[in-house]
């Protein structure tokens, strides 16, 4: 019998869920990262543009109102979180100043893809926040989303974690 030989997405699969795993395992710094970087400056832009409304410090012919503003904000944080390169260039740097990058381009998977799967699956458990954000706009809003939505935000997410895989890499490789 002929054993067939693993698709690239099967191959990529265990490394995206160690990743994630790696990062449910230290809960207390994804705890702490997930407050501290996405909580409190969100809660502060908040504040200040409800008391920036309220106040009439706004003009009224502004073309956003402030659930608007708010969704700008809460989104624009959400992707920051998620696209956060550090750890590859960190990591890869270091692999590469050490003279180690050799060992890992033997790899049945090319190591590129490899750390490519981690970073998507470190990412995932980041995509909390911008998956409640896009159901609050359902849930608020009267108009139902089409399929076209959807894919749109999930294109719109993995292309996202793509071009900061490509960008982070290639500065990891310049330095």
């Known amino acids: 019998m002929i054993k067939k030989f693993p698709s690239p997405f099967e191959r990529c699969t265990p490394y995206a869920l160690n990743a994630a795993k790696l990062i449910l395992a230290d809960r ?21 543009w409800s008391y920036l409304y309220r106040e009439n410090q706004i003009p009224a012919h502004e073309s956003m109102n402030l659930s608007q503003t708010i969704f700008y904000f809460a989104l624009a944080i959400g992707f920051g979180r998620l696209n956060n390169g550090y750890d590859i260039i960190a990591g890869l740097s270091q692999v590469v100043r050490e003279g180690a990058l050799e060992p890992h381009l033997l790899r049945p998977l090319p190591y590129p893809i490899q750390k490519l799967a981690e970073f998507i699956g470190g990412g995932i458990l980041y995509t909390v926040p911008i998956l409640i954000i896009a159901l609050t ?5 009267s108009k139902i989303p089409t399929l076209h939505f959807w894919f749109g935000w999930f294109i719109l997410l993995i292309s996202s974690q793509i071009l900061c895989f490509l960008v982070s890499w290639c500065i990891a490789i310049m330095s």
């Open 137 to 141: 706009i359902v849930l608020t809003t």
């Open 28 to 48: 207390g710094m994804f705890i702490a990262d997930f407050f501290l970087a996405t909580t409190i400056p969100f809660v502060m832009q908040v504040l200040i």
